[in-house]
C-alpha cells in the first residue's frame, strides 16, 4: 500500500494532468454544438466498426453450423426433385390427370433419415483413400450406408465405432457404384484409377446408348445404399472399353474432395427392407 501511494505522489502531476483533460474535454464537447456533433459522429463511426468486426467474428466461428444445415438441405431438395421428377414422368407416360385436391392421388416420398457428420481426416493422395468422420454407432450409422454430400455422393461406410466411421470414398479402387446417364436409361459402374481427384469413370455403357458432353451422370437406385438420381459428375469424353463391347466414360466428379468438411450419412431403412426381404426369399428358396 505504501508503494502505490509513493508512486501516486510521485507521479501526481501527470495524474492531475490527465485528472484536467478530462474535465476540459467533457465541457468542450458537452457545451460546444460543433465539437459535440464531431464527436458523436467519431463515435458512431468506431461503435459501428466494432459492432462490424464483431459480426465478422461471429459469422465466422457460425460457418460450420451453417454448411452442416446447407449440406443436409441440398442433399434433402435433391432427393425431393429427383422423385417429384419420376412422378411426372410416370404420369405423363400413362396420360393420368392428378388431381391436386386428392392427396391420396400420389405416392409420399420414401422415408429416409439424414445424418450429418463432418469429416475428420482423409487422404487423397493414395490408390485406397479413406475418409473418417465424426459419427459412429451410437449416431445410428452402420456399415454399407451411403455418404453424400451437398453436391454430389461421397462413399460408402466400410467401418464404425461407438463415435466413429471410416468411409471407402469414390476416390478408391474398390469402389464400385451403380450408375446412369441421367435421362438416358444406360447404367454402368463408377470406378476411380485416379490419379485426378476430380475425375473417374464410368464402365460397361452399351455401345448403342446416345449421350454428349456435359450430361449428368446420377445413382441408379439398383441397391439399398443410395436413392436414384444423386449427382454422380458430369460426362467429360468417351472411349471405347479394352474389348470393343462397350463405352467408358470419363466423368468430372460433382464433390470436390479436396476440400470436402460436411456430409450426410443416408440412412435409407425402407430399401434396406426391401433388400433384405428379398435375400430371405432367395435364401428360402435355395434350402428348398
Not at 473418417?132 to 452402420?142: A, K, L, Q
Not at 466413429?164 to 451403380?178: A, E, K, M, Q, R
Not at 464410368?202 to 446416345?210: E, G, L, Q, T, Y
Request: some cysteine.
Amino acid at each position: 500500500m505504501r508503494a502505490l501511494i509513493e508512486f501516486i505522489a510521485r507521479h501526481n502531476h501527470w495524474f492531475l494532468f490527465l485528472v484536467l483533460e478530462v474535465v476540459s474535454l467533457t465541457l468542450l464537447f458537452r457545451f460546444n454544438r460543433y465539437q459535440g456533433s464531431v464527436w458523436f459522429s467519431s463515435a458512431n463511426y468506431v461503435a459501428g466498426k466494432a459492432a462490424e468486426v464483431d459480426s465478422k467474428v461471429e459469422s465466422f466461428f457460425s460457418l460450420s453450423e451453417l454448411n452442416e444445415q446447407l449440406t443436409l438441405r441440398n442433399a434433402e431438395l435433391e432427393r425431393q426433385n429427383q422423385w417429384l421428377r419420376k412422378k411426372n414422368e410416370a404420369l405423363s407416360t400413362e396420360h393420368i390427370a392428378l388431381p391436386l385436391a386428392n392427396p391420396k392421388a400420389i405416392d409420399s416420398l420414401p422415408p429416409m433419415r439424414m445424418i450429418p457428420a463432418k469429416v475428420v481426416s482423409s487422404t487423397l493422395n493414395r490408390r485406397d483413400n479413406l475418409l473418417t468422420i465424426n459419427r459412429g454407432s451410437s449416431d445410428g450409422v452402420r456399415t454399407d450406408m451411403g455418404v453424400v454430400s451437398g453436391t454430389g455422393i461421397v462413399g460408402i461406410v466400410y467401418q464404425t465405432s461407438s463415435h466413429y466411421s471410416v468411409v471407402i470414398p469414390v476416390l478408391n479402387s474398390h469402389s464400385s457404384i451403380s450408375c446412369t446417364i441421367k435421362n438416358r436409361g444406360y447404367f454402368g459402374s463408377l470406378r476411380w484409377d485416379g490419379p485426378e481427384i476430380d475425375m473417374a469413370s464410368v464402365d460397361d455403357i452399351p455401345r448403342h446408348a446416345r449421350f454428349t458432353k456435359g450430361e449428368d451422370v446420377v445413382t441408379s437406385g439398383y441397391s439399398s445404399i443410395f436413392p436414384p438420381g444423386i449427382k454422380v459428375g458430369t460426362i467429360q469424353k468417351a472411349f471405347n472399353s479394352d474389348n470393343g463391347l462397350s463405352y467408358r466414360l470419363q466423368v468430372r466428379l460433382a464433390t470436390d474432395f479436396g476440400r470436402l468438411r460436411d456430409v450426410c450419412v443416408l440412412d435409407n431403412t425402407a430399401m434396406r427392407e426391401q433388400i433384405e426381404l428379398l435375400r430371405a426369399a432367395k435364401d428360402s428358396l435355395r434350402i428348398k
